[in-house]
């Protein structure tokens, strides 16, 4: 196996484990000077100038073509900005509008809430009978039906890291006639995706967590080629606008993928974000995906060998799971920060799973040993049975 290891790019706390990667990435190494750049050089200095002097306005676009690149989405296909909540929404909404005389939005219940809610959402805005359907994730195939106009789905389950097969469901979604929305949130920077071969309509995304872009980082859209200059951005916004300062009073959509920018992209967020692209220039996202099952199989084997406590969540066919591994417990809060205290971190999912990420970038087997030392200790003895694990924070 290739070795894709590049610890030494990454700013990471001093013996502390990190297998929550797939929530927040850490920093790469290269940051810091890019951001100081940008604020001191160019912020600082140019001041709006910046806008064409130091291209912000085409970076939406150019970061764009570097996380599609990852995704296996055409140059020009891809484009950033707001967060993955508003680009379920304008995916959503503008699949939707492709299938006027079909009403039922088809999700599973494994969905990450945010994207049901803009779901809800839409439908109550949109009335006349339209409905958001969810099934369990093992039984979306079998409710695919052609009354449905768009099925909407994360490719891999944020809580148990169950992966659905993008391109068997996309084909299945076409057949019965709708339109298929991917949101790749635990995809992009996890697992090969070949979006142009999955001949998906839309995708989503966000990149502060596998693509490392930092809190906040902007999220990505794509839309098939073939359609980017028909869909209606359902977010009209100037920036999406054909010729934005021309501050006509009608919208134009813009052309192809820029049509779905809304507002003023996040400079300061995009330049980090393209900063940490860097670190994937070389990376073959087989040889990833690789090195992230045989991290998650030793991690596996390694607690269900030493912890009888914690039952696994995530599928064991490593085909079928993305890149993190998931446990229940009953006080799996207590346990997580218990453990986190300790220094290996991973997040808590309620009502009881204990998620950790595996990120082969930074990520090895010394690491994975040293990680499931600390759970058996804290699981093993009850550690975690301590008042002042047991105060759920906001942000868990
Ligand atoms: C992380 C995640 C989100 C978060 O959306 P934001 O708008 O970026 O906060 C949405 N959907 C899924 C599937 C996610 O995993």
New binding site residues.
Partial sequence: MADILKKDQFILPEGVVYLDGN?LGPMPKTVPQRMQGVVTDEWAQLLIGGWNKAGWMEMPARVGDSVGRLIGAPKGSVVMGD??????YQALASGVKLRPDRRVILSDTG??P??LYIAEGLVGLLGQGYELRTVAPEDVAEAISDDIAVVML?EVD?RTGRKHDMKTITEMAHAAGAVMVW?L??SAGALPVDLAASNCEFAVG?T??YLNSGPGGP?FIYVRPDLADRVEPALAGWLGHARPFDFDLNYTPGAGIERMRVGTPPVLQLAALEESMKLWEDVDMNDLRAASIALQEQFIAEVEAAVPALTLASPRDATVRGSQVSFRFEHGYAAMQAVIARGVVGDFRAPDIMRFGFTPLYIDTADVTKAVGIIADVMNNDLWDDDQYKVRARVT
């Fill in positions: 929530s967060t993955l909540s508003i680009k379920v969905n990450f945010s994207d994360t944020y949101d949130a635990h966000c502060y967590k999220a």
